[in-house]
């Protein structure tokens, strides 16, 4: 939190958060639930395509891993971008 305060590239995750003026604050003020439901699979696919979305899209803070290619998700973000 100090990194991104004083503007300080020491962290990699402030610097992304620079880089990309993403938001900080209460997590109620800048982030929304964008779906409800139970623990398991269904919720793990949701997380997934969203992960994936916002990945494609380029507005998620980069993570280490890279995102492979979904061809079911694809489809999706093409018929109900």
Not at 54 to 70: Q, W
């Amino acid at each position: 939190m100090r990194d991104f305060k004083c503007n300080n590239n020491r962290s990699k995750f402030a610097q992304d958060l620079i880089d990309n003026k993403y938001a900080i604050g209460k997590m109620e003020d800048i982030m929304e639930v964008v779906h409800v439901t139970k623990e398991g699979k269904m919720m793990d696919t949701q997380e997934g395509f969203h992960i994936y979305k916002e990945t494609k899209a380029d507005s998620e803070i980069k993570d280490r891993l890279p995102v492979r290619e979904n061809a079911i998700f694809e489809t999706v973000i093409k018929e109900d971008p």
